[in-house]
């Protein structure tokens, strides 16, 4: 494109300066990670064509191996620093295809004239007259300015952080095992922290869904930035390394606003006290954050709940993180493994609650995904989570899943809604429990607690594309049809393959 060696362009009201890599917005710097910013060059340097996906894979991240997600979290990002709310503007997607930068782009010479040399003072008639009467009041701007500094740090210097709720991110544990199939391991573990954190006193402290997590595994997205995109004052990052007897597992506790180290420890263990040290990590993690915000004692745990029974070996537990690992995913393939993975985490441990519990999940989610027979599929589902509950009352995903088969398969609304109210009273960070109760009040028409549901799912997952999607269901069904077209092309914007008939 023409005019692009000389690096300095104008992008409507944004200005870029390809040596400098900087971005401005009037006189304000607009935060791009490098990645994004070269991401955002490339498209540029492409404007008005089309750009493939393997295009911007190849150029961007051409000296590491990255996920797919990694470039659709950076366009979001792209978009979101560029004011843009929908598939248009700046950055547009072509589905099935890739992405396209379709404002108007100028070129800037960078011996432009200074505004200052264009307009000298001198040259302006009766000058030195207004200067002279003007005088007194140019003198009197700094005291001013003195008196207005004094005002502003006695009245708005930092104060103690109030006794609000707090919010957290446990990023991806990265696995330093040296081997991709252990990922199951080290994700598990993500998850897993996540619940332990999410047992706490909850009115305290609000723990970010797995979901929303995962976007960042391998990102190179800061601290800053992922704070802001999750609205989280915390995060945590983890490493583990295992071998076949003993874990090492790294953490650290980081403060968003100015990237303090709050807290860091390794552990050593031996892998049949994996649990217990996940207890211990979760507390320590929760003190910390009570510790850093004054004028409130550290968190205790929530009440209620009684503690979960862990599976009677470390193998079964392991089964048992290979099959969440495979139910995340989300696909036929992965609900199959999924469902033999939880099959055998029972045959060896018959009383592991949380096999069964796993187990329903999957097979209620093949029942409403027309992956088989609904009169084979959730009949398995109810047993397995009735048997998960009378091991353990006290889970949400198992009362989460009978709510479910009551809801899609009994056609038992009151006892459907029991369910649902349950599992989020026993876990009122189970984002899932919130979509699928949302869900459940907007087909009986009850819009405003449907929304409400829906907003407190997006709130601990807020990059979730199900839940999303299932909003602008909402938005459908309550018959704000352009809000709901609107809330189906953010998730577009975010993944143009995921969901192709949403728009049918």
Known sequence: MPGLVNGLYELGEFRLDAHKRTLQQGQEPVALTPKAFDTLLFLIEKHGQVVTKDELMKAVWADSFVEESNLTQ???????????????????????????????????????TPVADTFPIASLPGWEERLRKRLPVLLAIPAVLILASAAYFQWFRPRPVSAGRSMLA?????????????????DGLTEEMIGQLGNLDPAHLGVIARTSVMHYKHSQESIPEIGKDLGV??????????????????????QVKDQSH????????????????????????????????????????????????????YETYDLYLKGRYFW??????????????????????????????????????????????????????????LRALELDESLADAHASLAMIKENYDYDWPGAEKEFRRAIELDPQYATAHQWYAEFLSWQGRFPEAFAESEQARKLDPLSLIIATDRGSILYESRQYDSALKEWRSVLDLDPNYGNNILD
């Open 233 to 254: 004052q915390y995060v945590i990052e983890g490493s583990v390394r295992r071998d076949a007897k003993r874990v090492r597992i790294t953490v650290q506790l980081i």
């Open 170 to 186: 446990v990023l991806p544990f990265e696995n330093f095992t040296g081997d991709s199939s252990e990922d199951y391991f080290s």
């Open 328 to 385: 995340n995913k989300r696909t036929a393939d992965g609900f199959r493994q999924a469902a033999d993975y939880f099959q055998q985490a029972i045959d060896r441990d018959p009383n592991f609650a949380r096999a069964y519990a796993g187990l329903a999940d999957t097979f209620a989610l093949m029942s409403t995904w027309y992956m088989g027979p609904q009169n084979e599929l959730m009949p398995k589902a109810r047993a397995t989570a």
């Open 262 to 313: 709050l807290w860091a420890r390794q552990y050593d263990r031996d892998l049949g006290h994996l649990l217990e040290l996940q207890e211990e990590v979760a507390r320590e993690v929760a003190n910390q954050i009570e510790f850093s915000l004054s004028g409130r004692r550290p968190i205790e745990p929530a009440p209620a709940a009684a503690p979960v029974r862990g599976a009677n070996s």
């Open 74 to 112: 950076t366009i979001f990002m792209l978009r979101k620093a560029l004011g843009q709310a929908r598939d248009q503007g700046y950055i547009v997607t072509a589905p099935g295809r890739g992405y396209c930068f379709v404002a108007d782009v100028k070129p800037i010479s960078r011996t432009a």
